[in-house]
């Protein structure tokens, strides 16, 4: 799949604000419903780092397979490259800060992937 420079249009949230934003880095507070997500994606030079304020964040990631939960006060670093995908672990409302930091390697990318166990879709040859 192909990398966006923002892929917030994929996923809808409950709120999102931008606190902090310069070249290939950004914090972002997110709140994400009952069943909302941001999708498996992985950022080419980005490390992203999550912060719960309140709720509950499930944070999966593959390379090597791993998944969380964390609540109030914790965090959570995916590396760059590993592919990752956040979901709300709770009932209600959950909001987090995310801090990508591409360490002065690049700029922010957003890069979707497929799920762990899907079959990436390829166009029909000709």
Do not use: C
């Amino acid at each position: 799949m192909a990398k966006l420079a923002d892929g917030t249009h994929l996923y809808p949230v409950r709120k999102r604000q931008r606190y902090g934003e310069r070249p290939g880095f950004k914090i972002t507070e997110l709140i994400l419903e009952s069943g909302q997500e941001v999708p498996w994606h992985r950022h080419t030079t980005v490390i992203d780092t999550f912060y719960v304020i309140e709720g509950a964040l499930r944070v999966a990631a593959t390379e090597p397979q791993q998944e969380v939960v964390l609540g109030p006060a914790q965090t959570f670093q995916v590396r760059a490259g590993r592919p990752h995908r956040v979901t709300n672990a709770a009932d209600t409302p959950t909001k987090f800060l995310v801090i990508g930091d591409a360490q002065g390697a690049g700029l922010y990318d957003f890069e979707p992937v497929a799920a762990p166990g899907d079959t990436p879709w390829l166009a029909p040859s000709r």
